[in-house]
């Protein structure tokens, strides 16, 4: 089967304390669970950053935040709901206060998503999957060298 071409936009959402806010997902079809980060996919002719402010509002409920800075792209493989695809991913910094997450404007079958807000230590000491695999470390260097210049490439 041909992976299908995806283009999706990804947000690194932390609060004052650091925590990064991800959701838990279940792959419909063969029920693996993984965390991620909120966002996804351009519609028409989207930008990557009116899809990022599109899908926080979304999937968090979020109109007032800043889309910060493009930090990370990466291009990964995934299957879900039958489909082979393989998506360009953007990944921008959202900073703000600690908030609630609201589903109303969620698709169907985002509704039931579980969210938490995660310390870089529940990263480092979880055995569930989280991508992108390396986002603890990766927000160690955002943390301690602040955004980059140009997004860096990263291995999904």
């Known amino acids: 089967m041909v992976a299908i ?3 999706a936009a990804r947000l690194v959402v932390l609060d004052p304390e650091h925590r990064v806010l991800l959701f838990r997902v279940r792959e419909p079809l063969q029920g693996g669970l993984f965390w991620l980060t909120p966002g996804g996919g351009l ?3 989207e930008t990557y950053p009116e899809a990022a402010r599109r899908e926080l509002r979304e999937e968090t409920g979020q109109e007032d935040v800043e889309i910060g800075h493009a930090l990370w792209r990466g291009t990964r493989a995934f299957h879900f709901r039958g489909q082979d695809f393989e998506q ?3 990944f921008f910094l959202v900073r703000t206060a600690h908030f609630e ?7 169907d079958y985002e509704m039931d998503l579980v969210h938490r807000w995660w310390t870089l230590e529940d990263l480092d000491l979880t055995g569930e999957t989280v ?4 986002l603890g470390r990766l927000l160690r260097q ?3 060298q602040g955004p980059p210049a140009q997004p860096l490439e990263i291995a999904r």
């Open 101 to 107: 997450v609201n589903l109303d404007g969620a698709e």
């Open 43 to 45: 519609e028409r002719d």
């Open 88 to 90: 360009h991913e953007v």
């Open 142 to 144: 955002l943390l301690d």
């Open 5 to 7: 071409p995806r283009r």
């Open 131 to 134: 991508y992108p695999r390396q």
